[in-house]
């Protein structure tokens, strides 16, 4: 994978937004729930890719974790998210894909994965394979929505397909004679 600058810069913009916005959380159940981070999920699976979107949701999780507004549970759950996402967009091309692949990497996949990291790790003794599941659907169908919202807002006024030329590679140009 070569580096793209743009995508790099974006994923660190998105970070930067992650954790700023990240003390905006509402309480479900056993976990707090942070709707903008799947938000940036789904946009990082639209205009950044999986590789890029991987590391946008961790980098997002690990400062959290240092400023103490986010806990362990935030690796598992936004960063399978955010790369099942970034996957079945890149191999369907279907924005709605997009949301289908945050819902089930963040809602069910990591819900589940954050039952060793929570037993493990935070001795959390009560914690079943499913206990985050419900909370973690709850978060990113809230986000998906409203990233359909935002999307939806770019569709309608052009600016998405503007926002994916700039942030996409362009392929280079050959010099020399045409073949």
């Known amino acids: 994978m070569r580096l793209n600058v743009k995508k790099l810069a974006l994923a660190g913009m998105m970070t930067a937004l992650g954790v700023c916005l990240s003390t905006f959380s509402i309480p479900v159940g056993v976990s707090r729930c942070f709707p903008i981070q799947h938000l940036l999920n789904v946009l990082a699976g639209v205009f ?4 890029y979107a991987l590391g946008f949701s961790f980098s997002t999780a690990l400062i959290r974790n240092f400023l103490g507004t986010g806990s362990l549970l935030a690796f598992p759950g936004s960063m399978a998210g955010a790369f099942l996402g970034a996957l079945f ?13 945050e819902i089930v990497g963040t809602g069910i996949l990591g819900g589940m994965l954050c039952y060793p990291v929570a037993f493990l790790f935070m001795g959390n003794r009560e914690a079943a394979v499913f206990t985050y599941v419900l909370p973690f659907l709850i978060s990113t169908v809230g986000g998906c929505m409203m990233a359909a919202v935002l999307l939806g807002i770019l569709f309608k006024s052009g600016a998405f397909r503007c926002l994916k030329s700039m942030v996409d ?9 045409p073949s």
Request: proline share 8%; net charge positive.
């Open 48 to 51: 950044l890719g999986p590789g």
């Open 89 to 101: 967009y890149r191999y369907s091309g279907k924005v709605w894909m997009t949301f289908v692949g």
């Open 169 to 177: 590679e362009q392929p280079a140009v050959r010099k020399g004679k």
